[in-house]
Structures are given as structure tokens and as C-alpha cells.
């Protein structure tokens, strides 16, 4: 611990945004890092605490508290403010394989349980992860780490996202020749087209896949498996199959006029908007066009506040948010203590720019859609909403979100983007591998376990545990790698 004082004497500090006036100008990202012995000030709050719940990584309460990848945050805080940042990038690559990824999109699972938390702001830990990841780019640190022993034993690893990549990293560098299949055109899977480009710009992702091939690991983009290729043929070829599809099965709105022309999936349309960026920076009006028109997302989440930014981007006229629950509060309950995850309201930067542009929050709570109203061409044009509020079930107990009776009222509304998260994994795959599933279409493993009940085949990621953040999908990848790699090797020194 170099400065035991610093959380007394060093205020928190984080990176600059651009304006929202300006960023939504494009797509491009808005954060400005600190100048670096400003961030390397920022290390020295931290504490070196005698319980690092930033580097925990458990469930209390139901929610995470801490990093799930148990990153050595206090080792690598101290290093970023000492100014050892090669020592720092070691460290870090201990207990992580994406470390760009995450320390843009991550909530921060790590300053919420933070110490210095309970009374005061966090160490900025996010950003000094950026930091030392984009200081090791910049100064050659991070190089391709191809094996030098090959093993002979091959694994085909379905889908390219998070914890796909993380099983190639992984098992690639334990010496195993490792296959990538990815059904999109493009990799990353939801990094690539779940999310948008001013979180993540995608040269980010290439960086790395590049890095990846020199190390040896083998990439085939626009191959469906299941439908492309059959399972049987994978696993007659490979030794082992590792299933990281994702939970791509959006949750639908299931209500009168649900087929009206102008409705979408979140999903889809983030997709199209982000592919058409990167085709021919929007030239070629591949997405679902939003200039001048009135924009609702039903969904309150991190894809519904994507939808929101995106839409503002693309010159929506007004954009409105749909939340089934109530507020959170500003502040912690006294039923949420540290360090469990806050239970609070958050403006996230999709929401700022509504907020400026338009002069409200988009955020409408315990509302949801009764019907949709088409034209007489099909085209959708009005929605009535609904209040809701919180009932208990009186066959289950449980409580739940119900329609106030005459609370109805009715919105013009052109498109409709529907982010109620998702389902888990679609059924073609997990038919054509014939694992079985959890009650909620996860493919089921024992707990804690990757291996299904399919002789050779694991599975990691969202497709496994469902719908979840991109450090859960990363440290699953992690794990399915070394239960992979035990189960040809019959041990394991990966960690």
C-alpha cells in the first residue's frame, strides 16, 4: 500500500465526457481518460483493505458482490499509482483475459463493493483496468502468446462472444488447437452487435481477434452451426465442443396488435444499426430508420438505455422508456447494505442525452403496453399504456406486476423497440446437440460444473447461466476452459 492516506487526500476522479449535444453527433466512444499521473493518483486511494470485497466475486443476497474474475484489484491499484504498469498488466492478465472489454462496459462490480464505498466514493478500479490495459497496447506489452507445445488434441468452441473468446484464449495457450465458429459475418457475438459503438468501438474487439489468430487460434465466421454444419460432424472431428451461443431468445410483448409494421427487437435493431455502420458508415440505410419519428423501447435495462442512446443518434423526434418496475431509490436502503450490489436508481448516458435533447427523463415506471394500434396499411401509429402496480399472487405468493384497472391512455408512437431481455438459448442448437435444459432453456450442467450430460460437450457463458453481464460471461469461459482441459489432460494448470 504506497500512500496509506490517499482515499483522505485524493478526491475520486474519473474520466471527462463529451457533451451529449456533441457526442450524439456520432457513434464514435465519448470517454476521455485522465491524463496519467492524474490516474496514477487515482491508484492511491486505494486502501489495500484487510477484506477485499472488490476482488470477491460471491453472491450475497442474491446479487454479486465484487469482480467474478476475483481480479487483484488492491495488487494492481498500488501499481498504477507506484507507476509500475508492466507489473501492473501482469498482474491484471492473472485472473483476466479481456480487460479492454470489460473496463468499458462493465458496471463495476468492484467499486460498488469497494470499501471505501461505505462512506465516501469508490476507487475509480474500472478505469485504472483501462488504464493499465491501454498503456500495455500502447507500449508493446501485449503481445501474441502462441504455445510452444502443441497437445494434438482439438476443440471447437460455438459462438464468438465473450465466453467463447475466453475458452479459445485459454485453451489455445494450454496448446490444444482450438476452432472458433461464429454465425454472424463479423466476431464477437453481442460485443460485436448487442453492443452499441459508442460503449465499444469494434476496433477494439479486432484488436484482440487479431492477437488470437497469431496465436494460433482458428476463426470461421458465417457458419451456422446446427444448420451449416451438423453437430454430429463437429464432434466426430473435434475431441471436445464448447456450446457459447449466448441467450439470443428475446422475450416478446404478447398483445393485441403485436404484429403491427414497426415493431422490432432490441437486438435486431441494434444489430442492423451497428452492421450498417461498419458496411458503409450508415450509407447503405440497412437499419430501421428513426429520423423524425417517435421512438418507444419497452425494457429498462443496459439494452433498453442502448436502444434510447441509439435512437437519439439516428434523429428520433422524441423517445420515451417503459419500465414495468418502480423507481429504485437515489440512495441505498437500509435492506441493501454494503457491499451488496446498490439497489439504485441509475441515469446511464442513453438517458442523459434524452434528458438534454428533450429536456425530461425517457423513464416512465410501472407502466407497460396493453395494445398496439395500427393504420389502415398495418403501420403501427398508437399504444395504449397501462399503469402497473406490485400484487401479491395468492396461489404462488409471489409478488408481482399487475394492471391497474382503468389507469389506461393512449400514445402516438411510430416504432417500438422491445429490450425485455431474453429467454436463454435457442432450441435449434441445443436440439441438434441434444443437451438437456434448466426451466428456463439454460443448457443444464451440474451446478458449478460446464460439462452437459452429452458425452465431449461443455457449454460457458449466458447460453449456460443466462442472460447475464459480458465479466460473468468471461469468467464462465474461463472455468469451461479449465474443465475442458482437465477432461483431455486429466489435470489442468490453467487458472
Not at 483501462?130 to 502462441?146: D, F, M, S
Not at 441438434?432 to 458425452?455: G, I, S, W
Request: aromatic share 8%; glycine share 8%; charged share 25%.
Amino acid at each position: 500500500m504506497g500512500k496509506p492516506t490517499g482515499f483522505l487526500e485524493y478526491e475520486r476522479r474519473v474520466s471527462e465526457e463529451i457533451a451529449p449535444l456533441e457526442r450524439i453527433k456520432n457513434f464514435n466512444e465519448f470517454h476521455i481518460p485522465l491524463p496519467l499521473e492524474k490516474q496514477q493518483l487515482q491508484g492511491a486511494r486505494c486502501m489495500a483493505c484487510g477484506v477485499p470485497f472488490c476482488q470477491y466475486g460471491k453472491m450475497i443476497n442474491g446479487m454479486a458482490s465484487g469482480c467474478p474474475l476475483n481480479n487483484l484489484c488492491p495488487e494492481w491499484n498500488d501499481l498504477v499509482y507506484t507507476g509500475n504498469w508492466e507489473q501492473a498488466y501482469n498482474r491484471l492478465m492473472k485472473t483476466h483475459c479481456f480487460p479492454e472489454f470489460t473496463s468499458r462496459v462493465c458496471p463495476a462490480l468492484c467499486e460498488a463493493a469497494c470499501t471505501c464505498n461505505l462512506n465516501g466514493d469508490p476507487v475509480s478500479t474500472k478505469e485504472n483496468e483501462r488504464a493499465i490495459i491501454e498503456r500495455a497496447y500502447e507500449t508493446g506489452l501485449v503481445k501474441a502468446q502462441p504455445p510452444k507445445v502443441r497437445t494434438g488434441k482439438k476443440v471447437a468452441v460455438i459462438g464468438s462472444g465473450p465466453s467463447g473468446l475466453a475458452v479459445a484464449m485459454q485453451l489455445n495457450r494450454r496448446g490444444h488447437e482450438v476452432t472458433v465458429f461464429e454465425r454472424n459475418d463479423r466476431l464477437g457475438g453481442l460485443l460485436r452487435y448487442g453492443i452499441p459503438n459508442m460503449k465499444l468501438e469494434k476496433s477494439v474487439i479486432d484488436r484482440r481477434v487479431r492477437l488470437m489468430e497469431e496465436e494460433g487460434v482458428i476463426f470461421k465466421t458465417n457458419v451456422n452451426v446446427g444448420v451449416d454444419v451438423k453437430a454430429a460432424k463437429l464432434l466426430k472431428d473435434f475431441d471436445r465442443v464448447v456450446l457459447c451461443c449466448g441467450a439470443s431468445n428475446p422475450r416478446d410483448i404478447k398483445v393485441p396488435g403485436r404484429e403491427a409494421e414497426g415493431i422490432y427487437f432490441a437486438v435486431d435493431f441494434l444489430k442492423g444499426v451497428t452492421k450498417s455502420l461498419l458496411d458503409s458508415d450508415l450509407a447503405d440505410q440497412k437499419f430501421v430508420a428513426c429520423k423524425n419519428k417517435k421512438v418507444m423501447v419497452i425494457g429498462g435495462g443496459d439494452t433498453g438505455n442502448d436502444c434510447v442512446g441509439t435512437a437519439i443518434r439516428l434523429g428520433a423526434s422524441s423517445v420515451v422508456q417503459l419500465e414495468m418496475m418502480p423507481k429504485a431509490p437515489d440512495q441505498r436502503a437500509a435492506n441493501n447494505p454494503w457491499p451488496e450490489w446498490p439497489r439504485v436508481c441509475k441515469t446511464d448516458y442513453g438517458q442523459q442525452e434524452a434528458i438534454t435533447v428533450f429536456g425530461h427523463d425517457p423513464r416512465i415506471y410501472q407502466t407497460t403496453v396493453k395494445e398496439f394500434i395500427a393504420d389502415d396499411k398495418g403501420r403501427l401509429k398508437k399504444a395504449v399504456l397501462v399503469k402497473l402496480q406490485s400484487k401479491k399472487d395468492e396461489k404462488t405468493g409471489r409478488m408481482m406486476m399487475v394492471p391497474v384497472e382503468g389507469s389506461e391512455w393512449t400514445v402516438e408512437v411510430d416504432i417500438v423497440l422491445i429490450a425485455a431481455g431474453f429467454l436463454g438459448s435457442q432450441k435449434y442448437v441445443t436440439d441438434a446437440f441434444k443437451v438437456d435444459l434448466t426451466p428456463r432453456t439454460n443448457v443444464a450442467t451440474e451446478p458449478e460444473k460446464y460439462q452437459t450430460a452429452v458425452k465431449n460437450v461443455f457449454t460457458a457463458g449466458d447460453m449456460h447461466r443466462g442472460q447475464s453481464l459480458v465479466v460473468w460471461a468471461i469468467h464462465e469461459g474461463r472455468e469451461a476452459a479449465k474443465a475442458v482441459d482437465e477432461s483431455l489432460m486429466g489435470y489442468t494448470n490453467l487458472v
